[in-house]
């Protein structure tokens, strides 16, 4: 089966929006969010969505959320006019460790991984539907590393259970990668060298 041009879809998703409205985005880190906030920025209040639980050990979470914070404060100085919000979610390993128990030899990429983004989407819908908000979305897509076929997919599967509007994307594309590398060089941002479990660390540490 042909792959979807995600980033087409959000264009034409663009294309037909009437005044700004509101969008809960999921982050997964600070330099994961800025290309996808300078993208989206002109055409959705933001709000982003801090739900990690799978990130291990805490200390690490902790320092990711920080940058988050970091980046988002540096880029409001920036751009009054675009403010972005920031909400943090519990921080529940526990949780994100029983949904995935089964599945710990599973790949980087692998079933695990598709667990874990349902996990945190699902969430951020949720949150989103509770306060009112018209779309939710994630900033997952930018990573290389993350299949965008399988996070869209996953989005559209939310969009239906929970009743809220997915704002589908693929912003790797058109150099966002890229892109997110300079702007985390801008703003002196801390770039992790794993994805966020210890699984995909190798488990080599304590919690």
Request: aromatic content about 14%.
């Amino acid at each position: 089966m042909e792959n979807k041009n995600y980033q087409k879809v959000l264009d034409d998703i663009i294309k037909k929006l009437e005044g700004k409205p509101t969008l809960l985005l999921h982050s997964c880190c600070g330099p994961c969010s800025t290309q996808v906030i300078n993208f989206l920025k002109d055409y959705f209040k933001i709000t982003v969505y801090y739900y990690n639980p799978n990130i291990e050990p805490f200390l690490e979470y902790n320092k990711r959320k920080q940058e988050q914070i970091k980046f988002i404060s540096a880029f409001n100085k920036e751009n009054p006019e675009n403010k972005i919000e920031f909400y943090e979610a519990l921080y529940d390993n526990e949780l994100y460790l029983k949904e995935t128990k089964g599945l710990e030899l599973e790949p980087e990429g692998g079933a695990r991984c598709s667990k874990c983004f349902y996990l945190r989407m699902k969430n951020t819908a949720v949150k989103a539907l509770e306060n009112n908000f018209d779309y939710f979305g994630t900033t997952l897509t930018v990573s290389p590393h993350k299949n965008s076929q399988i996070i869209n997919k996953i989005g559209e599967s939310i969009e239906k259970e929970v009743g809220i509007k997915y704002i589908y994307g693929d912003f790797k594309k058109n150099d966002g990668y890229k892109k997110s590398i300079e702007y985390s060089k801008k703003y002196n941002l801390y770039r992790q060298d794993y994805c966020g479990c210890h699984y995909a660390r190798g488990g080599n540490y304590d919690k």
